[in-house]
T-cell receptor, first 114, second 112 residues
Framework: KAGVTQTPRYLIKTRGQQVTLSCSPI?????VSWYQQTPGQGLQFLFE???????NKGNFPGRFSGRQFSNSRSEMNVSTLELGDSALYLC?????????????FGPGTRLTVL | DQQVKQNSPSLSVQEGRISILNCDYT??????FLWYKKYPAEGPTFLIS?????DKNEDGRFTVFLNKSAKHLSLHIVPSQPGDSAVYFC???????????FGQGTRLTINP
């Protein structure tokens, strides 16, 4: 079974631009979560989607948004990019929406903001 | 407010010996705990998990121990192999929260 895939793997943008990252979960998985990893803050939760509904959101500004499609694929968008948005963005999927169901991570998208 | 803490940024172990990675948490509502392994420029890889109703879970060379009264969990790797060299993250989830809270990670180096 194919794992979680994320596109693109690497991205370079300039301040003020916006960016859209894509995540395809493992086949049959209905929950998709997004995390940001930075050297200073570590791995931090952005948001979680289940059946196209956002169920929880982390402590990030409104510039960070996301959505999930009927096929469970998800996108996250960051508008008005800032230098501090440079990070590895990770997507994780799980089969059900239960917290005890293991989350499996994709390889991430490395975003660099210049 | 760091709810999950891995106080050792790095750990060096001889090949074949036991590696013990530690994790402490402060939120008593956490009821599910996981360990992930991560290589640079890759996503975390799931290793093993444990529910709060258990105090031990084993999977091959990996064993996780949970001490709820101390709010402490540990991952034991026996025997340690060179391929185990990576950054290890512990993570915790609270029922209904739909999110993982991660520690800062411990870099494990296995020396031949």
């Amino acid at each position: 079974k194919a794992g979680v895939t994320q596109t693109p793997r690497y991205l370079i943008k300039t301040r003020g631009q916006q960016v859209t990252l894509s995540c395809s979960p493992i086949s049959g998985h209905r929950s998709v979560s997004w995390y940001q990893q930075t050297p200073g803050q570590g791995l931090q939760f952005l948001f979680e989607y289940f059946s196209e509904t956002q169920r929880n959101k982390g402590n990030f500004p409104g510039r960070f948004s996301g959505r999930q499609f009927s096929n469970s694929r998800s996108e996250m968008n960051v508008s008005t990019l800032e230098l501090g948005d440079s990070a590895l963005y990770l997507c994780a999927s799980r089969r059900t929406g239960f917290d005890t169901d293991t989350q499996y991570f994709g390889p991430g998208t490395r975003l660099t903001v210049l | 407010d760091q709810q999950v803490k891995q106080n050792s940024p790095s750990l060096s172990v001889q090949e074949g010996r036991i590696s013990i990675l530690n994790c402490d948490y402060t939120n008593s509502m956490f009821d599910y705990f996981l360990w992930y392994k991560k290589y640079p420029a890759e996503g975390p890889t799931f290793l093993i998990s444990i529910s709060s109703i258990k105090d031990k879970n084993e999977d091959g060379r990996f064993t996780v121990f949970l001490n709820k009264s101390a709010k402490h969990l540990s991952l034991h790797i026996v025997p340690s192999q060179p391929g185990d060299s990576a950054v290890y993250f512990c993570a915790a989830s609270e029922k209904g929260a739909q999110k993982l809270v991660f520690g800062q990670g411990t870099r494990l180096t296995i020396n031949p």
